[in-house]
């Protein structure tokens, strides 16, 4: 295969590189079907995009080598590539975020082997207006993803007391993320209130089985509900990015009925979804995310 092909993507001329390059060794998944992948996905992923400023997670050996992570977007990106400017106390007081508005800057940042999109949960227009709260359910072993998938039921049903909507997804790693719609003016101080009262009012419920606290030695055998997403300056991984785990897996949106299902026949296969089998569970479901775009929903005092 060529080391570099010119390939037109959504009207531009991008060109792609080492796209023999393997970045999952354990299943030889390479560079060029990673590409592949973001380019099938570009209708369910780009709405969770656009407008919204990324941090890059980038592997350009692969996933068992070297990362970094790039809030800056890179100084060689094409004029055609949206930035959202945040301010910041860094040396140049500001960052320059990448925002992916089509499937052409999808397809250039997937080039320079970005495999995680990570979003702020603000949009660029206004760095001061979470759009919603998101809640990360990460177990401490021995607890696995089951046990997350059993707390994000009890948090959807704790929300739904308070008459509010909310949505899973599988982490791709080990967690569950659940996120709550807003969509209305709100201020993270608001939300991150809120998440974090959230938090320890499940906690306050099932002591034995979650924890609120940061402190990670609390967190063996439990599931911490992380709340501190909720800042201004924090990054949650996008619905439909890739992860860089051993294998090409992806931040899938699930229903509900498919963590009780999972739950009850004690298969945490069942939550573990490749990059083919997303693109399968789109086309069969189309977008079971696509509620946290547009919800509009008020946190209770």
């Given at each position: 295969m060529a080391k570099t092909v010119t390939a037109q993507v959504g009207g531009r001329r991008i060109e792609l590189s080492n796209l023999d390059k393997v970045l999952w060794p354990e299943t030889g998944?390479?560079?060029?079907?990673?590409?592949?992948?973001?380019?099938?996905?570009?209708?369910?992923?780009?709405?969770?995009?656009?407008?919204?400023?990324?941090?890059?997670?980038?592997?350009?050996?692969?996933?068992?080598?070297?990362?970094?992570?790039?809030?800056?977007?890179?100084?060689?990106?094409?004029?055609?590539?949206?930035?959202?400017?945040?301010?910041?106390?860094?040396?140049r007081q500001k960052v320059n975020f990448c925002v992916v508005e089509n499937i052409s800057t999808l397809v250039w940042l997937a080039n320079l082997a970005t495999i995680?999109?990570?979003?702020?949960?603000?949009?660029?227009?206004?760095?001061?207006?979470?759009?919603?709260?998101?809640?990360?359910?990460d177990p401490g072993e021995p607890a696995d993803i089951l046990d997350a998938a059993w707390a994000a039921e009890r948090l959807h049903e704790m929300l739904q007391e308070v008459g509010?909507?909310?949505?899973?997804?599988?982490?791709?790693?080990?967690?569950?993320?659940?996120?709550?719609p807003v969509n209305t003016p709100t201020t993270f101080e608001d939300t991150k209130a809120f998440a974090r009262a959230t938090a320890q009012l499940l906690e306050s419920h099932y002591p034995k089985r979650v924890v609120s606290n940061m402190r990670k030695d609390l967190r063996g055998g439990k599931i911490f509900v992380d709340w501190s997403q909720n800042d201004p300056h924090k990054t949650t991984v996008c619905a439909y990015s890739l992860r860089a785990r051993a294998r090409p897996t992806v931040s899938a949106p699930v229903e509900w009925d498919e963590l009780t299902a999972a739950r009850k026949r004690r298969q945490p296969g069942d939550l573990a979804f490749e990059a083919w089998e997303v693109l399968q569970r789109v086309e069969d479901k189309g977008d079971i995310f696509k509620p946290v775009l547009k919800l509009k929903q008020r946190l209770p005092k």
């Open positions: 998944f390479t560079k060029a079907q990673m590409i592949d992948y973001y380019t099938r996905i570009a209708p369910a992923i780009l709405p969770h995009l656009k407008g919204r400023p990324l941090t890059l997670k980038r592997y350009p050996d692969g996933v068992e080598a070297d990362y970094f992570y790039e809030k800056e977007c890179p100084a060689y990106h094409p004029d055609w590539v949206e930035t959202a400017t945040m301010p910041s106390r860094n040396v995680e999109f990570h979003t702020l949960l603000s949009l660029g227009r206004d760095f001061a207006r979470p759009t919603y709260v998101a809640f990360d359910l509010l909507e909310s949505f899973a997804k599988v982490s791709g790693s080990k967690g569950v993320h659940v996120y709550v």
